[in-house]
């Protein structure tokens, strides 16, 4: 059995992988499985997408997890890893930038997805605000507002600045407040 996710320290995971693998990939997942799923979540909105991006996501740190050199918080280097693959499974599924009705097609779109509580317009306004915001912006907020990570991780995650992340964040809490005002 596991200890609760909270209570997995990023060290005994990385001492664990390197000791024994299979205890190491399930601190791994124990921590991280379901904030990397919510996370890669929010960027490809399918279900189905995120488990597929999870999965590789998973693979690929289980397989470098020996080049990691703690520069960056393990945090930071997990979601970077699962917002490359988030971010490649959408460009091999050639999306391009949405307009706002178009982000609102979309979430509508997904109705039938059994994951996501449409019936909640208040949540469902906030992911179309979400999805009509500039990639990085988009990203930016989802690091900051739902994964609660510091404008330092974020910006490893990125390659960007502390500023920058913490700029991007802003511009998008405004423009989510914007929309949200503008679609009562």
């Known amino acids: 059995m596991t200890a ?22 399930r601190l791994l997942m124990a921590k991280y499985g379901q904030a990397v799923y919510w996370h890669i979540r929010r960027l490809v909105v399918s279900h189905t997408d995120a488990q597929d991006a999870m999965q590789e996501t998973f693979i690929r740190i289980f397989r470098s997890f020996g080049q990691y050199r ?79 990570l510091s404008y330092e991780e974020i910006a490893s995650i990125t390659g960007s600045t502390a500023a920058s992340a913490k700029a991007n964040y802003h511009v998008a809490k405004e423009k989510i407040i914007q929309y949200m005002n503008r679609n009562n």
Do not use: C, H
């Not at 209570?7 to 205890?23: G, M, V």
């Open 70 to 148: 703690g520069e960056d918080s393990f945090r930071a280097w997990v979601f970077r890893i699962a917002t490359r693959e988030a971010l490649r499974l959408i460009g091999s599924r050639k999306r391009e930038a949405i307009s706002l009705e178009d982000a609102a097609e979309e979430v509508s779109r997904l109705t039938a997805d059994e994951y996501v509580d449409y019936s909640d317009l208040e949540s469902v306004r906030l992911q179309q605000a979400i999805r009509s915001l500039p990639e990085k912006q988009q990203l930016t907020f989802n690091l900051r507002y739902y994964d609660e």
């Open 4 to 25: 609760p996710a909270m209570e997995i320290n990023d060290q005994d995971i990385l001492q664990a992988l390197r000791e024994d693998s299979e205890r190491g990939f």
